[in-house]
């Protein structure tokens, strides 16, 4: 398999990750992945942007530009000859020593940059399907709009899911829905979407935006506001969605249907409304 080290393509096995690299250390970094459809980048852009927000916020100097990075990746999707799939890449503070929590100086410890490509194709059963769900508290911090590789907050929640044979834990603040543990999450109800307004409570998604704007587009009525755990458990249609599982129909939660137990007509609406997005971009899904 062919990665990126830092600004070089190169066999997984030649890369060498320091123990004393921030991210091992402290979880300190950002990462993004983006999908790609017939070989080409869907919304490549937006996560690139999203990267260097998010390393303003944390003070981070990238060690490229956008341009660079964006051709790099490029670059890294034909080396691995990825078709329909997904790159991940990340990027920590760097190498070292001794350990301190303060940031090292940015001239004397540069970052250090990897990426990886991955062979996924859809998974069109599920999302014709859809998942179980769990509810959980939201314990993590109060920085979510960061996209950092410390997720252990993220993976708590997923795991308690998977023990409860669900896909996905929806996380809540007193009693306010605000994600899933890797997922934004929607509702619908009389015929209007509505999905946590952003903040620092969750992670600005990137297929969100995709969805909101091509729901405005096609005149259903979407409020990006706050909803309960008691407007989800009475919500006639609820849905996840994220860059890789696109706009996933959410059928049952803690162990009860959402209506019938099927795909709504709008989530249906709306996967559909995606995929045309996808298309004029990547050509036709096959």
Request: hydrophobic share 40%.
């Amino acid at each position: 398999m062919k990665v990126i080290w830092n600004d070089k393509i190169v066999e997984r096995s030649d890369v060498e990750i320091d123990m004393e690299d921030r991210g091992y250390q402290f979880g300190d970094g950002l990462y993004e992945v983006i999908r790609a459809y017939n070989g080409v980048f869907f919304t490549a852009d937006e996560h690139i942007d999203r990267l260097f927000k998010g390393a303003e916020k944390i003070e981070l100097v990238l060690p490229f530009t956008k341009n660079k990075l964006k051709e790099l990746l490029n670059e890294l999707l034909v080396a691995n000859d990825i078709e329909t799939g997904n790159v991940y890449f990340q990027v920590t503070r760097g190498i070292a020593i001794p350990r301190d929590h303060t940031y090292p100086d940015p001239t004397k410890v540069p970052a250090v940059f990897t990426a990886s490509a991955t062979k996924v194709p859809r998974n069109q059963v599920k999302m014709d399907t859809g998942i179980p769900v769990i509810t959980i508290p939201d314990c993590r911090w109060l920085h979510c709009d960061i996209k950092s590789i410390s997720l252990l907050g993220n993976i708590m929640a997923k795991h308690e899911a998977h023990k409860k044979g669900a896909e996905e834990a929806i996380q809540h603040r007193d009693g306010i829905v605000t994600e899933g543990s890797s997922t934004n999450m929607w509702i619908v109800k009389d015929g209007t979407i509505y999905t946590h307004p952003d903040g620092n409570l969750i992670l600005a998604g990137i297929t969100k935006i995709v969805l909101l704007k091509v729901a405005r587009e096609a005149g259903i009525p979407v409020k990006e506001e706050a909803f309960t755990l008691e407007q989800l458990k009475a919500a006639d249609e609820v849905f996840s969605s994220s860059t890789t599982i696109e706009a996933m129909p959410v059928v049952e939660i803690d162990g009860v249907k959402v209506g019938d137990g099927k795909r709504g007509p709008i989530v249906k609406q709306l996967q559909d409304l995606y995929v045309a997005a996808v298309e004029e971009v990547c050509g036709k899904i096959r």
